[in-house]
């Protein structure tokens, strides 16, 4: 199980990472950032606590961001690592990618992905990076890639960043995912509570359904699949962890100044 979390709009950077500290029952071996900046993808992650991983980047992180998708981990294949820590980014770096989850895939499937990319760790979601990279490379269109990738072995949640600017999601099985919109901007994560606690309280959050791919454009959301949009009707009740966000803390002191 880990934790996935996304952002649009000012400050997105910094919304994802307190989104992913609103999460940490999800998992505390890891964090990791990805973001759009001059037209690149751009990755910084550490096999630690998301705590210490906030404290020693969070004012670091650059405001004008309006992109971003953070990561928590709790390993369920592969060590704790660098290399095991997402996001993932596509040998062609058009993308990055978060996942929660957990999937099996026969060692053909390995084996003919490990043929053709360089890869550099033991995690299946570094193996469905890869996948959907070979998909996105045959059809140009992260869409029609994420839906060729649901029709294989793939399970769980994943998020892409893309380097023209869009957030992606879809999810398959048991892992959930969520998303929310606050005037023009959108917000997504594991949890629902987790973005009403960073975000606001009353915030309606609405669950993609299995199946479903969500798409990020500039504060425009569509959802693609069966089904249509549904609110969710039971969410997680909070984190050990969580600062809530009208108190301040000397523990957390990379926290102060906050404004959504």
Excluded at 102 to 118: A, L, N, Q, T
Aim: hydrophobic letters at 35%.
């Amino acid at each position: 199980m880990c934790g996935i979390a996304g952002a649009y709009g000012p400050n997105a950077l910094r919304i994802a990472l307190l989104i992913t500290l609103a999460q940490l029952n999800r998992g505390t071996q890891g964090a990791g950032l990805a973001w759009v900046e001059a037209n690149r993808i751009k990755i910084l992650k550490e096999p630690t606590h998301p705590i210490a991983f906030a404290r020693k980047y969070y004012h670091r992180l650059n405001p004008r961001i309006a992109y971003a998708i953070s990561h928590n981990r709790q390993p369920s294949r592969g060590g704790v690592s660098y290399n095991n820590t997402h996001p993932f980014l596509s040998c062609d770096r058009d993308f990055a990618l978060i996942h929660n989850g957990s999937c099996v895939f026969g060692k053909e499937v390995i084996s003919d992905i490990k043929r053709r990319h360089k890869v550099r760790g033991e995690t299946d979601s570094e193996v469905i990076m890869h996948m959907l990279e070979d998909f996105y490379d045959e059809y140009d269109d992260m869409r029609l890639a994420m839906e060729e990738l649901l029709e294989t072995d793939f399970s769980g949640a994943i998020l892409v960043i893309t380097k023209d600017g869009e957030i992606y999601g879809t999810r398959k099985g048991w892992a959930p995912l969520h998303y929310a919109r606050l005037g023009n901007r959108v917000y997504l994560a594991s949890e629902a509570e987790a973005i009403r606690s960073v975000v606001e309280d009353r915030l309606e959050v609405m669950r993609l359904r299995s199946k479903q791919i969500i798409r990020i454009n500039k504060g425009a959301v569509k959802v693609y699949g069966e089904g249509e949009e549904e609110p969710v009707t039971k969410v997680y009740t909070g984190s050990y962890y969580y600062v809530p966000r009208r108190y301040s803390s000397p523990y957390y002191p990379w926290y102060y100044d906050y404004e959504p």
